[in-house]
């Protein structure tokens, strides 16, 4: 079956440590998307990479890092020094087009103890 | 500036009762508006894409409308199992990046 996979689907972290939140997809999609959701907030993007070994960044990338050095892979790192970490991540993939219609990832939820 | 809204916040129906979801947006260009379905604790579900004003697309008994300015998701004779947060999202032509609305939460009652 083809999709996108997240991992772990549930995550706790103590404060100042660094976590890494992966992203597996194998629809052979050039495009894969970070958002991070929060309760009545809309998804907001973090990063996004349109071809491997390229990426750039979204509205809130401050505290977050990511790589993509293989088109299946998009690992998004949360670090200490994101302020606000506790949210719902979310991993999409797409082909880019004329619209792109993105697909998402089951998610991660991340909880700062 | 909210650039997608959505509205209502929350829509509260009795099984069979049909009703509609809003989107507005003010983007220049619109490269794609796209409708999702979420779950809770669970990612998107992807249900349409409208390229211009006009298109409608439909499944099972969901129909999406666009215009210049807004979406409609038309949900007909509503089941228990339509219950889910709706997501609007639109692409502008300048970027490709999409913007998301805050959802409306359908509720929908045996």
């Known amino acids: 079956d083809g999709g996108i996979t997240q991992s772990p689907k549930y995550l706790f972290r103590k404060e100042g440590q660094n976590v890494t939140l992966s992203c597996e997809q194998n629809?052979?999609?050039?495009?894969m998307y970070w958002y991070r959701q929060d309760p009545g907030q809309g998804l907001r993007l973090i990063y996004y990479s349109q071809i491997v070994n390229d990426f750039q960044k979204g509205d809130i990338a401050e505290g977050y890092s990511v790589s993509r050095e293989k088109k299946e892979s998009f690992p998004l790192t949360v670090t200490s020094a994101q302020k606000n970490p506790t949210a719902f991540y979310l991993c999409?993939?797409?082909?880019?087009?004329?619209?792109?219609?993105?697909?998402f990832g089951p998610g991660t939820r991340l909880t700062v103890l | 500036e909210d650039q997608v809204t959505q509205s209502p916040e929350a829509l509260r129906l009795q099984e069979g009762e049909s009703s509609s979801l809003n989107c507005s947006y003010t983007?220049?260009?619109?490269?794609?508006l796209f409708w999702y379905r979420q779950d809770p604790g669970k990612g998107p579900e992807f249900l349409f894409t409208?390229?211009?004003a006009g298109e409608e697309k439909e499944k099972e008994r969901l129909k999406a409308t666009l215009t210049k300015k807004e979406s409609f998701l038309h949900i007909t004779a509503p089941k228990p199992e339509d219950s889910a947060t709706y997501l609007c999202?639109?692409?502008?032509?300048?970027?490709?990046?999409?913007?998301f609305g805050k959802g409306t939460k359908l509720s929908v009652k045996p």
């Open positions: 409208l390229y211009s």
């Open positions: 629809l052979n999609h050039d495009a």
């Open positions: 983007v220049s260009g619109l490269r794609g």
């Open positions: 999202a639109v692409q502008e032509g300048s970027q490709g990046n999409l913007i």
């Open positions: 999409a993939s797409s082909i880019p087009g004329t619209a792109d219609t993105q697909y």
